[in-house]
T-cell receptor
């Protein structure tokens, strides 16, 4: 079945450092790919998405490119802030799925220190 | 800004007791989802509703879990009897016609 694998955390960074969170997936066809963020005590929020190969999703300084050849959707940000401390989830919606049936990775906790 | 509401935010119950969670989706959102998120893991879909109908409940442990959305608006998820392994965060989400899912703050359940 479909699955999403993320790098394990926690990832600890200093403010203004470069952030990369690796995400790879297993699925048939061309799933849609998402990054969600969960701040402490809150629900998940959609950060960005890409619906076809080579698409780049971007939001709030974060970017991720849909790489079909490597089945990857790595999340990057050039200069993190303390406010970026959160848990980040990579997810996919299967190709041709009726409705939005998300399969999530295990999450990566990011801690940014001042 | 419209939000998905959930209550209670926290619930502690003893095993073998019954427990219920409530979710009020964003107004007009026809699709409603219930997820279970075990600590340190990603959310897993339990049940998906389209209006008042169940679209997918393949991962719902039906011997003890039930979900309803009688009028196609708010929804209730029930566990009876609760087991220790049910301790988790229960998340509700809603969406418009399969578009972006909007998540509520969740209910953290602890079974003792």
């Amino acid at each position: 079945g479909d699955s999403v694998t993320q790098m394990e955390g926690p990832v600890t960074l200093s403010e203004e450092a470069f952030l990369t969170i690796n995400c790879t997936y297993t699925a048939t066809g061309y799933p849609s790919l998402f990054w969600y963020v969960q701040y402490p005590g809150e629900g998940l929020q959609l950060l960005l998405k890409a619906t076809k190969a080579d698409d780049k999703g971007s939001n709030k300084g974060f970017e991720a490119t849909y790489r079909k050849e490597t089945t990857s959707f790595h999340l990057e940000k050039g200069s993190v802030q303390v406010s970026d401390s959160a848990v980040y989830f990579c997810a996919l919606n299967p190709w041709g799925a009726a409705g939005n049936k998300l399969t999530f990775g295990g999450g990566t906790r990011v801690l940014v220190k001042p | 800004e419209a939000e998905v509401a959930q209550s209670p935010r926290y619930k502690i119950t003893e095993k073998s007791q019954a427990v219920a969670f409530w979710c009020d989706p964003i107004s007009g959102h026809a699709t409603l989802y219930w997820y279970r998120q075990i600590l340190g893991q990603g959310p897993e879909l339990l049940v998906q509703f389209q209006d008042e109908s169940v679209v997918d409940d393949s991962q719902l442990p039906k011997d003890r879990f039930s979900a309803e959305r009688l009028k196609g608006v708010d929804s209730t998820l029930k566990i009876q009897p609760a087991e220790l392994g049910d301790s988790a965060m229960y998340l509700c989400a809603s969406s418009l016609a399969g578009d972006e899912q909007y998540f509520g703050p969740g209910t953290r359940l602890t079974v003792t």
